[in-house]
């Protein structure tokens, strides 16, 4: 899950929240305000924060060094980038990460 690291105001209810998203379809990511309302919302490049540690350091041992070394600057960091949303998503649908 990522948390975006600004507020959205609802289109149909009108509140302010800070919303957690599942996925992002690109740079768009479908969110839910806390009276239920689903709406889209774009997400900027890295503009996500993220909450992660590595769970599986037996199985990230065995990632290229150069993905180590992203993947261990994204965790610190707290924002991915585009091209690294796959990555990160596969490495928490495997375990190897694991994101609150
Ligand atoms: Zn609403």
Known sequence: MYRLSHTVRCPVCGV???PTVGYLKGDEAEVMCPNGHIFT???PNGDSVLDCEIRDWERFGLLPQATQQAVLEVIQSGKVPNELQALMRRLKEIGVVVCT
């Open 16 to 18: 302010e929240f800070r």
């Open 41 to 43: 919302v774009s997400v």
